[in-house]
């Protein structure tokens, strides 16, 4: 996954560094993220999106058209990144917090099985219990669905917690 850790810069607070276990465990646990890529007007563009991860990937679901599939065909290279818990500490001018951020290739040509199952990953993360309505769904939508595979190149948590008294 890190073989390219030179071209990303270190997290500047080594002491908020979060284990790499922990920030997969967010990652994988996490509602949605944002997914943040380089604009076809130069501008950066991020979007909030639900996902899925599974064996090193994170899947996404879309429309077959939009703006985002045009930033992704001119450059596929982007960065997700989770939120997971946050306490603003009020008059303590600081915030507990855990994050993580992923950076990695989207790949936007999957075949009709990865994304029938990318599918079946992202329904039975948001609607468990449900497997029998989300296969007609899925099937009713399949060809106005388009699913986005990102393969992680490089990973990293942080997090913030202050010690209690």
Same mark, same amino acid.
Request: aromatic share 12%.
């Given at each position: 996954?890190? $073989? &390219? %850790?030179?071209? *990303?810069?270190? #997290?500047? !607070?080594?002491?908020?560094?979060?284990?790499?276990?922990?920030?997969?465990?967010?990652?994988?646990?996490?509602?949605?993220?944002?997914?943040?890529?380089?604009?076809?007007?130069?501008?950066?563009?991020?979007?909030?999106?639900?996902?899925?991860?599974?064996?090193?990937?994170?899947?996404?679901?879309?429309?077959?058209?939009?703006?985002?599939?045009?930033?992704?065909?001119? $450059? &596929? %290279?982007?960065? *997700?990144?989770? #939120?997971? !818990?946050?306490?603003?500490?009020?008059?303590?001018?600081?915030?507990?917090?855990?994050?993580?951020?992923?950076?990695?290739?989207?790949?936007?040509?999957?075949?009709?099985?990865?994304?029938?199952?990318?599918?079946?990953?992202?329904?039975?993360?948001?609607?468990?219990?449900?497997?029998?309505?989300?296969?007609?769904?899925?099937?009713?939508?399949?060809?106005?669905?388009?699913?986005? %595979?990102?393969?992680?190149?490089?990973?990293?948590?942080?997090?913030?917690?202050?010690?209690?008294?």
């Amino acid at each position: 996954m890190d $073989n &390219n %850790r030179s071209i *990303f810069y270190p #997290v500047r !607070r080594q002491d908020r560094l979060w284990s790499e276990t922990s920030a997969r465990k967010l990652l994988d646990t996490g509602e949605f993220g944002t997914l943040s890529m380089c604009g076809t007007n130069g501008y950066g563009y991020g979007i909030p999106i639900s996902y899925v991860t599974e064996n090193g990937s994170i899947y996404f679901h879309c429309a077959p058209e939009g703006y985002k599939l045009m930033c992704l065909q001119a $450059n &596929n %290279r982007v960065c *997700f990144t989770v #939120v997971g !818990r946050t306490h603003v500490i009020s008059g303590g001018f600081t915030t507990e917090y855990e994050s993580v951020m992923v950076f990695g290739k989207i790949d936007i040509n999957l075949s009709d099985e990865e994304k029938r199952h990318a599918l079946e990953l992202l329904s039975a993360k948001y609607n468990p219990g449900f497997e029998e309505r989300a296969a007609r769904y899925i099937a009713g939508s399949f060809a106005r669905t388009f699913v986005l %595979r990102m393969d992680i190149e490089h990973l990293s948590g942080k997090m913030k917690k202050l010690k209690t008294k």
